[in-house]
């Protein structure tokens, strides 16, 4: 993959976190003003009680002790700065059983992101317990792979093989990076591989990726092959991935245009074979054909009026 595809993907990638982020922030300080507001009764009476308590620093969600509130950003803040605090709010994650804790903790720590937390994932990641390699690879999800370090250990893991499920998730790690060739070729020869693998979850997330780090002769090998795949989910995959590439060809289009007008196909697959078509060169009679299935898409998606 060369830059100047893989820029436009870290861009969007960037951007689409970014929102994520911001969106996670907003909602969490729009809760915790609810909850200072709802709770001031009770803070002016622990104050006046235990000044100590009243202003502790800690959220309640992290059950951390204290009942003063705090954002996001002020945890974040304080964590980059705070090697004590952060260490602690690493092995909280390690140790958390609780869902939703576990995941307000990781949004976190990928926020926090930084040095310390690399190590700690990477040394988690290498662990032969499974239960410690996922927290690893959790934490290592929030890392680029522009890092040696992240990519060596994904596709190391990936070599080694193992249950169809953890592949699966792995090959998701992959997200791409603007990166030298050298860097990213061992990724694509990886997902080229994988992209035949005998397992069809393997095969379609294989594929998903291939289609954004591959050059788009490569990637439209793939994604025609996937196309025709015998396993709906990698045929379904491979529809969506043809937008996200710059894979185009006749033999795409044709498959694609089958795909938007067979009535017997899943309502799904019709609609997001006519969303990638928009992408392509259409002449009159494929036109036709790509109207009557947007159309149908419309109806069935409840946008057609």
């Known amino acids: 993959m060369n830059l ?77 700065r705070d090697p004590a605090f952060l260490q602690d709010l690493l092995q909280r994650y390690g140790n958390e059983t609780a869902a939703d804790a576990r995941g307000e903790l990781l949004a976190l720590l990928h926020a926090v992101g930084g040095e310390d937390v690399l190590r700690y994932a990477l040394s988690r990641a290498a662990s032969t317990r499974a239960e410690d390699e996922r927290v690893g690879l959790d934490l290592l999800g929030g890392f680029s792979l522009e890092r040696a370090e992240v990519r060596e250990t994904l596709l190391a893991k990936l070599r080694a093989g193992g249950e169809p499920q953890r592949e699966a998730e792995l090959i998701r790690l992959l997200t791409p990076a603007a990166m030298p060739d050298e860097d990213a070729a061992p990724v694509v020869e990886r997902l080229g591989a994988l992209a035949r693998d005998a397992d069809p979850e393997v095969r379609g997330e294989a594929v998903a990726q291939l289609a954004q780090w591959a050059e788009p002769a490569q990637a439209e090998e793939a994604l025609h092959r996937a196309l025709l795949d015998p396993a709906a989910t990698v045929r379904s995959k491979a529809i969506v991935a043809v937008s996200g590439s710059h894979a185009r060809s006749e033999r795409l289009k044709d498959v694609l245009l089958a795909i938007a007008a067979d009535p017997a196909g899943s309502a799904a697959d019709r609609g997001a074979a006519a969303m990638a078509l928009q992408d392509f060169r259409l002449n009159r009679a494929e036109y036709a054909i790509w109207k009557r299935a947007q159309a149908r898409a419309d109806a069935e998606s409840g946008e057609g009026g």
């Open 4 to 80: 100047r595809q893989a820029l436009p993907i870290a861009v969007v990638s960037a951007l689409i976190g970014a929102l994520a982020g911001g969106a996670y922030i907003a909602r969490r300080d729009r809760a915790d003003a609810a909850q200072a507001q709802a709770a001031a009764p009770v803070a002016t009476a622990a104050h006046a009680a235990d000044h100590s308590a009243a202003s502790s620093p800690y959220p309640e969600y992290l059950s951390l002790g204290g009942a003063a509130p705090v954002s996001f950003e002020s945890l974040r803040r304080r964590a980059q």
